[in-house]
């Protein structure tokens, strides 16, 4: 089995943003900004509480000046984009490439089912990984997001990002 590598300049620039904070005596700091522009899903997953807990906010957006701002004065080098379903978001293509343009690393969360749909809006890029969401094999996967041929669509969509 091949090992997947992280780039050299991720490996190179965490250690650089390490360093600079330690020397400048900070004892705590961000290093992952965990940036969630909305939070409504497409999926109702049976182990997920977010549609009861976050009822009255799952109609809210953060705008893309507001989501931009919060990376900026987090100053951490890595933004992962969770939500709810960050695909959803409908300019999440102009924050991902805006944060790519600053060369942030930037893990966007996702369950695949509207990737496809924003891949030729969000060009490949080394600072840009897409995280699939996936809760085993098909069987047991469609079962937990309570809807069937979700785990085929969420290959399929891992399949057309590579």
Wanted: overall charge positive; glycine content about 6%.
């Amino acid at each position: 089995m091949k090992r997947a590598k992280r780039p050299m300049e991720l490996a190179v620039r965490m250690a650089v943003y390490i360093l600079t904070n330690r020397l400048k005596g900070k004892k705590r700091f961000p290093l992952v900004t965990m940036l969630e522009p909305l939070e409504m899903c497409n999926l109702a997953c049976v182990g997920c509480g977010r549609i009861r807990e976050y009822k009255p906010v799952l109609d809210k957006m953060m705008s893309v000046e507001v989501a931009l701002d919060a990376v900026k004065q987090s100053g951490a080098p890595i933004v992962s984009i969770a939500g709810g379903e960050p695909t959803i978001h409908p300019r999440i293509d102009e924050i991902i490439n805006r944060l790519l343009e600053q060369k942030y690393f930037v893990y966007c969360c996702t369950n695949g089912l509207l990737l496809e749909r924003l891949l030729p809006k969000v060009p490949a890029s080394k600072y840009l990984c897409w995280v699939v969401h996936v809760d085993g094999m098909e069987e047991k996967h469609d079962e937990a997001v309570a809807r069937k041929g979700v785990f085929n669509k969420a290959i399929n969509a891992i399949e057309t990002a590579l």
